[in-house]
């Protein structure tokens, strides 16, 4: 009897156990993150596979996706290369992203910041989106011809922020 009792636990937590393993994915040949969860992907037609996580408890969302600037629009990576040398650039970059947000988005925090060699713009952005508010924390990056963008999308009080940290922190850019 309690041989046939452990069985029915062990099936009914598999599920769960699957569900919450981290999951590491390749985003370019250099770059990758590793998910608290498996995230769903979409395939952005040939330009690019965007990664999704929403928690099941609805407190954060965690996506990554790297978009071939080539495939988009023409750009070669000697020319984005240059292109990041210049403040310009990275403005640039943070005043697309925050259009992107929501009308009312304010940044909290920017900066671009050394990782493993790479010039990464880290932005904390604060706006409503469906008259809920969110906080949104991004790394955003050239790779060759990619764009790379990490985001964090706290939606709740009770996101955790050691889930963020982890998932920022498994960031891995090789050289």
Do not use: C
Request: glycine letters at 4%; hydrophobic letters at 40%; charged letters at 20%.
């Amino acid at each position: 009897m309690s041989k046939t009792i452990i069985i029915g636990l062990i099936l009914f937590f598999s599920p769960f156990a699957v569900m919450s393993q981290e999951t590491k994915i390749q985003l370019t040949d250099k770059v990758s993150v590793v998910f608290p969860e498996k995230p769903a992907a979409r395939n952005m037609q040939d330009i690019g596979v965007q990664h999704t996580l929403k928690l099941a408890d609805s407190t954060a969302n965690f996506y990554a996706m790297a978009t071939n600037l080539e495939k988009t629009s023409g750009m070669k990576a000697d020319v984005l290369e240059a292109a990041q040398q210049e403040p310009a650039f990275w403005q640039q970059l943070e005043q697309s992203f925050v259009a992107q947000v929501s009308s009312d988005a304010s940044v909290l925090s920017s900066e671009v910041k050394q990782i493993n060699g790479k010039q990464v713009l880290h932005l904390i952005i604060s706006g409503t989106r469906n008259g809920k508010k969110l906080e949104i924390t991004v790394y955003i990056f050239i790779d060759g011809v990619y764009t790379v963008n990490i985001v964090h999308q706290k939606r709740s009080e009770d996101a955790s922020a050691d889930l963020k940290n982890k998932y920022f922190g498994s960031l891995n850019i090789e050289k």
